[in-house]
């Protein structure tokens, strides 16, 4: 068993499973990011559509109130519009944020995480190690978003922050050297919405 033949044989069956396991390994990879990419563009689409529908509220109120407008002064209507347009903004904002916080007794809150990692992780380009913030209701989460991360970036160390965070939901990325972060909790969601908000909400006040 230890002629020259016998072991050439072994040796090339040996590198033909390695390269196998190298082939199967990227095929695996390329379809965690793959579903990553389906996850985000889904629950982006669920946000839009939920954003939409506080904005047809908002739009409403706005006709209710414009009906109990008298005929007050221009300059006084102009700021009372300024004022109702502030507080339908800010309340289509609180109204955005209870939405994200719901997102949680979803069965598929997981693979939102999951989601919503893959999108943040493009601020984290060239960094060794990756801190992941999650808030205190979503530390069950941990282990399987770690799992999913060593997966979709392999060449990356991911450890998880098991101090309370003051987030309610979504995720912080810290990078090691701390110079880096990237916010993906629900309040910096909102955050980024609320010109959104603004710009849909002008032409109905």
Aim: overall charge negative; some cysteine; aromatic content about 4%.
């Amino acid at each position: 068993m230890n002629n020259p033949e016998t072991r050439q044989k072994l040796e090339t069956m040996r590198e033909h499973i390695l390269d196998n396991a190298i082939l199967e390994g990227r095929h695996v990879l390329e379809q965690s990011r793959e579903k990553a990419d389906t996850w985000r563009r889904e629950e982006m689409e669920r946000l839009e559509k939920e954003a939409d529908q506080i904005l047809r509220n908002a739009r409403i109120r706005a006709d209710e109130m414009r009906l109990r407008q008298t005929g007050a002064a221009e300059r006084e209507r102009n700021r009372q519009t300024m004022r109702s347009r502030n507080h339908f903004i800010h309340e289509a904002a609180r109204l955005l944020g209870e939405g994200l916080d719901g997102l949680r007794s979803r069965k598929n809150y997981p693979a939102i995480l999951r989601g919503l990692f893959g999108e943040s992780m493009e601020g984290m380009t060239g960094v060794e190690e990756v801190r992941i913030i999650l808030a205190a209701a979503d530390q069950s989460l941990c282990d399987d978003l770690i799992a999913f991360a060593e997966k979709l970036y392999p060449d990356i160390r991911f450890v998880t922050e098991k101090k309370p965070s003051p987030i309610s939901g979504g995720l912080w990325l810290l990078s090691d050297d701390g110079k880096r972060q990237v916010n993906s909790d629900w309040e910096a969601k909102v955050q980024e919405l609320i010109p959104v908000l603004a710009e849909r909400l002008g032409p109905l006040l």
